[in-house]
């Protein structure tokens, strides 16, 4: 699955569940290991393990490999590595004190995010890999 694909389902999935405050940054000029971050949060222990449930659950029928899924046992900050893509469901209070979004030295690339009724393919997205660009 391509990365914007991927990152259109674990979207797509945290809203199902009314995630908050969803931000995506491209790590491809920080690491190698993955090309996207996403962070949401969520109201409460339930809402934060639902959010991360409902991605690993989408993931999974998408035939997604989970890498790693840790933290439910709290539920304060839930993370699911996808390997391109890693997600961060946290409570407000735990989100804020870590600050993930700073934390990566130099400020990452943030991705626009839109709905997916709005999403535009990008350029050459229908075109079959044997057609030339022109």
């Not at 700073?102 to 057609?131: I, K, T, Y």
Request: proline share 4%; glycine share 6%; charged share 25%.
């Amino acid at each position: 699955m391509n990365i914007e694909t991927l990152q259109r389902l674990v979207i797509d999935a945290l809203e199902d569940v009314k995630a908050q405050d969803i931000k995506v940054f491209s790590t491809t000029h920080m690491t190698g290991l993955f090309d996207r971050v996403v962070i949401a949060s969520g109201t409460s222990n339930r809402q934060t393990r639902a959010l991360a449930q409902n991605v690993f659950d989408k993931a999974r029928q998408n035939k997604v490999e989970v890498l790693a899924h840790e933290g439910e046992d709290t539920g304060e900050w839930v993370l699911l590595d996808l390997g391109d893509i890693v997600v961060h469901c946290m409570q407000p209070a735990i989100r804020q004190y870590y600050n993930l979004e700073e934390l990566w030295g130099e400020r990452p690339v943030e991705v626009e995010l839109l709905p997916q009724s709005r999403q535009v393919p990008p350029a050459g997205f229908f075109a079959s890999a044997d057609e030339d660009e022109d």
